[in-house]
């Protein structure tokens, strides 16, 4: 037990001294988590907007799709990344294998797939009745579609954070197309499996407190704009 | 004539809306009845431009629809305010949804600020203007979406179901409002209404839709349920409220049957009487509201009944709220409507 208790102090310490190597870990998570999602979302937002408003063929398929991606392992999408960038790879000559880039490339492709599907549900719900009350109202076609865009925005929110949670949490992907390097590339979720295979408990239970705080503060803002949400229907 | 709807027919799955012609005149008040999935809220939307009809063409004050010409329909559906059953209240503040439709019309905002506000003073929520829709209650919300709807100066008003969730002092200002905009501007007004007492106030046109027809007579007390044969021409209707409901009815009827009772047909009684109508049934008087020709009377005797009486024999009587009554009416004044 007393390495348990050993690790806990230790990574109160490493907490409250401000220790570099930690905060430029927490850092580099929050960065790369933070710029995914926000690729994800200028690619998955439209398109789910798309999805929604247009009437084409094959588009119940691509939700479908969309919809079984959603639970795709992180090492899966992290292995086709790599088959991708590695030097063998179609993509291998611009040696991003083991970059931030190749990190963010393999998270954003993670988490389209969510962002997608449940930006479709959320907004599919939303679609008629928001239209319909707007033209019961007067609304003209562009109206309607502005004051959908608007009435859309707290369950797109909710969504995005959804898919900033799911990113900020994963090992897999960080891990084989990160490669866990240090200073550069080492994330919380890939630092924490390292250390504790070295037996560091401090610095993994830092990590792993910080981890949690953000998925508590993730959860409570989750829970905001749910409520925001539910509150206009 | 404001509405002229002319063979006009949808279909959704198994049913059928088809009005036939329906005719509807400039500032009049009009009061759209019958049962639950009668088709009523199709009907309304029908006639408020919002719903294309599968067959038949539609007139709205003179002209005909076309909906290939979308400016045109536009203009059409901004002479209408139209309140859907179902409205939606915007995530914004209670004034931003009240001058959401002002708004779009592009009036001027000084404009939009004293109407709006007028008007959430008339429904008595001028003190929730700033507040969000949280913790709004149904009939705070409800308000809401009427101000929204009744804010706007339109020559026509349709509104579904508005009192849906009012207390009785939301359903009277309703009922004012409507009726000094019917009075004072020549609005016309079509409206479904689940509140008999506040609608009648208005002494509206009664359109009666059952089963997706619209009748050329009103009806009124209209019931959904089955029938068994007991004798020569004769029936018994029940369902899950009503056990014993004689009819006659001269053809064979078997299984799911509509029926309608005229509220001049039924006699109240303050104890049971053996008479010769077949019909006495319990009941107890829900509402009375009086009418400038008549006094009418809802009571619940499993389903709700309208009676209409008049003022003296309210006072001989002693009615009110909650007495004991017996319903009595012929077999041969139920009449199959389907």
């Keep these: ?233 | 004539m404001m509405f002229l709807l002319d063979d006009t027919r949808i279909s959704y799955g198994n049913f059928t809306l088809d009005p036939g012609r329906l005719e509807l005149e400039k500032g009049r008040i009009y009061c759209l009845t019958g049962p639950n999935g009668s088709g009523k809220s199709t009907l309304l939307k029908i006639i408020g431009l919002q719903l294309k009809p599968s067959t038949g063409s539609v007139e709205f004050d003179g002209e005909k629809v076309n909906r290939a010409d979308a400016e045109k329909l536009l203009k059409q559906r901004r002479k209408i305010s139209f309140m859907l059953q179902d409205s939606r209240l915007f995530q914004r503040s209670v004034y931003d949804n009240a001058a959401y439709a002002l708004k779009i019309r592009g009036v001027l905002p000084a404009d939009i600020t004293k109407r709006v506000n007028e008007m959430l003073e008339r429904l008595e929520i001028g003190h929730l203007a700033k507040r969000s829709l949280q913790g709004l209650s149904g009939g705070e919300s409800q308000r809401v979406r009427l101000a929204r709807n009744l804010v706007l100066d339109t020559p026509v008003y349709i509104l579904d179901e508005p009192s849906a969730g009012l207390d009785t002092r939301g359903r009277e200002l309703l009922a004012d409002i409507l009726t000094s905009y019917n009075r004072e501007k020549g609005s016309t007004i079509i409206f479904c209404s689940h509140h008999k007492e506040e609608a009648y106030r208005m002494s509206p046109e009664l359109i009666a839709v059952i089963d997706g027809r619209v009748s050329s007579i009103p009806r009124e007390n209209v019931l959904s349920g089955s029938a068994e044969k007991t004798g020569d021409r004769l029936y018994r209707f029940f369902n899950d409220k009503i056990d014993h409901l004689y009819f006659s009815y001269d053809h064979e009827q078997k299984g799911k049957v509509s029926l309608a009772i005229d509220p001049d047909e039924i006699i109240l009684s303050l104890s049971e009487v053996h008479t010769s109508a077949r019909n006495c049934l319990p009941g107890t008087v829900q509402s009375i509201t009086e009418t400038p020709s008549s006094v009418q009377l809802t009571v619940s005797a499993g389903e709700d009944f309208t009676v209409l009486i008049t003022k003296n024999s309210l006072e001989e009587m002693k009615l009110a709220k909650g007495s004991p009554v017996y319903l009595l009416f012929k077999a041969t004044a139920v009449k199959v409507v389907n």
Excluded: H
């Design chain 1, 1 to 233: 037990m007393d390495y348990i208790f050993g690790g806990i102090s230790e990574a109160m310490r490493l907490i409250v001294s401000g220790d570099g190597e930690f905060w430029s870990i927490v850092w580099l998570s929050v960065k790369l988590s933070s710029i995914s999602t926000l690729l994800a979302s200028f690619l998955g937002v439209p398109a789910a907007f798309f999805l929604v408003l247009k009437r084409f063929r094959g588009r119940d398929m691509i939700i479908t799709i969309s919809n079984s991606l959603m639970s795709v392992p992180t090492v899966v999408v992290g292995l086709f990344v790599y088959a991708v960038l590695s030097r063998r790879g179609p993509l291998g000559d611009l040696a991003l294998l083991f970059t931030q880039v190749a990190v963010v490339i393999g998270q954003t492709l993670l988490i389209l797939p969510v962002v997608i599907s449940l930006t479709v549900s959320t907004i599919r719900a939303l679609d008629k009745s928001v239209r319909e009350t707007a033209s019961s109202l007067g609304a003209d076609k562009k109206q309607q579609l502005m004051i959908f865009f608007s009435e859309a925005r707290f369950g797109v929110a909710a969504c995005l954070i959804t898919a900033f949670s799911r990113v900020f949490a994963e090992v897999g992907v960080s891990m084989m197309l990160g490669g866990n390097l240090r200073n550069y590339t080492r994330t919380i979720t890939t630092a924490i499996a390292l250390e504790t295979s070295k037996g560091e408990f401090g610095l993994s239970i830092a990590l792993g407190i910080v981890l949690l705080a953000v998925a508590f503060a993730i959860n409570f803002t989750f829970l905001k704009f749910t409520k925001l949400y539910r509150t206009a229907e």
